[in-house]
């Protein structure tokens, strides 16, 4: 049921809008929490990864109906400030308060953030009715939510392992995409006959804790189907490899939800008339660079569009975009003015070419950023600060604070706990900014054998100021080649290009702003 105010603000929309004469798109925006770039259809048929095991048809479905990007990045692996840039259209570090994980210490200080316009009101005050549920976009900028009575968020894994016979387990399994369905028809119950919407889905599945073994119990996702699969920076032992099968389970879990938003858009009679959106905020949590680190891992996003009459199907575009670009594409698709003061560029024109590959030659690189996630990771809640430029054939990353450790401060006498004590313990108090998972675990407790010390480097070792990676020879962003003089030319080149686009963008790190109040309380 929709609450009394939320019919209250539909019906107040204009006449004109509610009628059948409007043909501006829907738009329906599935954001899943820390989802990376993980689908079947993201199979490299050049080398084994991931996406050889997943099994994800729903998701391909969008693919092949539409477009898929294949350099499609966050602004930030850290879920609040990549979702400030989604809805504002702006880099993170210009969201104020939301350019952190949890703001700072802000009051009775102006929120230059709040004042930032977002798509979701924009496109609300030409009429658009706005619906979402769960973990979406902030209010501020998304606008009137209306919500179904659908209670909390049902986690696959933990929602069908706790069923005590095979008939509730089935049950179960039946009622956590339709949790999906019904959030998509609590919006279009909601809305006047004819009203154009926005729904955005905000699924936690790829969000830890999930169940241990879940992958092989609920999916028949076999760990060992992924040995010589992982990425050169991932012990590939038994524990490892069943904890990303138990990730890649919770991502066919998102598939099923999908599949249900899509049979649900197709009875109501609107899918020749929706824009589908599919992306995450950030990369795999609980790993080695993955969320919270501007290796590919932890940015590089899933975006699959599908806009029926408007994007030619089974496209895949190789344009490098950043996913800050949605909100002037979502602006742009209804018709309207460009929208103020964002850095992002609406993705109109790409989606809408008739022919894939590159197709806009000026998109050939993306910057991404990272400030503070967990706020007391390190002594004097202090972030620890990073900005890249990745392009077709390098990454080049600056840290502003090598000094600091990447993933906070090391906490020795929390590794005294057992295995599974480490690998269950959701906010750890050592390497805070690295979520619990068996494979942080594993590596705390194997740091002194010669296997493990090198994961121990790798996930928790400090980091120079400048990296470089020559994504040509080294596409795991193994070997970091900044120090080398054979590649000063594109170090330096980079560098400078990385700085001229925060200095226009005016990036408050660049005057040391977020080691200050209030980024820091």
């Known amino acids: 049921m929709m609450c009394r105010r939320d019919f209250l603000a539909a019906a107040a929309v204009p006449a004109i809008v509610r009628g059948r004469e409007s043909r501006k798109p829907n738009i329906l925006f599935f954001l899943a929490d820390d989802w990376g770039r993980y689908a079947s259809v993201y199979r490299d048929p050049v080398r084994a990864g991931f996406n050889d095991v997943v099994k994800t048809p729903n ?6 109906e539409g477009v898929r ?12 400030p990549s979702r400030a840039a989604i809805a504002t259209g702006c880099y993170s570090f210009r969201t104020g308060s939301t350019a952190n994980l ?37 209010a501020k900028w998304l606008g009137q939510r209306a919500r179904g009575e659908l209670g909390g968020f049902r986690r696959f894994g933990q929602y069908v392992t706790a ?21 998509l028809k609590a919006t279009l119950t909601a809305r006047q006959p004819g009203q154009p919407f926005v729904h955005v889905y905000g699924p936690i599945n790829t969000h830890r804790p999930w169940v241990r073994g879940s992958g092989k119990k609920l999916w028949d996702i076999d760990p060992d189907s992924l040995q010589g699969k992982l990425p050169a920076y991932f012990p590939d032992n038994p524990v490892v490899r069943e904890d990303v099968g138990d990730y890649l389970g919770e991502v066919q879990a998102l598939d099923l939800m999908v599949g249900a938003l899509l049979d649900e858009l197709e009875k109501s009679g609107e899918a020749a008339n929706t824009m589908v ?28 569009v599908r806009w029926p009459g408007r994007t030619k199907a089974g496209l895949a575009i ?31 024109p790409v989606l809408t070419s008739p022919r894939g590959g590159t197709v806009d030659r000026t998109r050939d690189f993306v910057i991404t ?3 503070r996630h967990v706020p007391n990771a390190r002594a004097g809640n202090l972030p620890y600060p990073s900005r890249a430029i990745r392009t077709k054939d390098f990454l080049y990353i600056r840290n502003f604070k090598p000094g600091r450790n990447p993933m906070g401060d090391r906490v020795p006498a929390v590794e005294a706990m057992s295995f599974d004590e480490l690998a269950a313990t959701h906010e750890l108090l050592t390497y805070r900014d690295m979520d619990a998972s ?84």
């Open 59 to 64: 998701i391909d479905r969008v693919a092949s």
């Open 318 to 348: 190789d344009d490098f975009v950043n996913l800050m670009d949605l909100a002037p594409t979502f602006v742009e698709a209804a018709g309207l003015p460009a929208l103020e003061r964002a850095n992002g560029r609406s993705l109109v």
């Open 163 to 183: 069923a005590k016979t095979e008939p509730e387990a089935a049950r179960r399994k039946l009622e956590v995409p339709e949790q999906a369905r019904a959030s």
């Open 369 to 371: 950023s990272r400030e």
């Open 277 to 304: 959106v599919l992306a995450g905020d950030n990369g795999m949590p609980g790993v080695p660079r993955g969320k919270c680190n501007l290796y590919d891992l932890g940015v590089r996003a899933p975006l699959l």
């Open 69 to 80: 990007f294949t350099n499609a990045f966050m602004a930030t692996p850290s879920c609040t």
């Open 438 to 521: 068996p494979t942080k675990a594993w590596i705390l407790k194997n740091r002194q054998t010669s296997h493990g010390a090198i994961a121990y480097d790798i996930a928790f070792g400090n980091r120079p100021e400048e990296e470089l990676y020559d994504l040509r020879k080294d596409p795991d962003q193994m070997m970091n080649v900044a120090p080398d003089p054979k590649y000063l030319s594109q170090r330096n080149g980079l560098s400078k290009r990385l700085t001229a686009a925060l200095q226009a963008a005016g990036d408050p790190r660049l005057r040391d702003e977020f080691d200050q109040p209030p980024y820091v309380e």
């Open 102 to 138: 949890r703001g700072g210490n802000w009051k009775g200080v102006p929120d230059q953030g709040s004042e930032l316009p977002g798509f979701g009101k924009t496109l609300e005050a030409s009429g658009y009715f706005i619906g979402s549920q769960f973990k979406t976009l902030a």
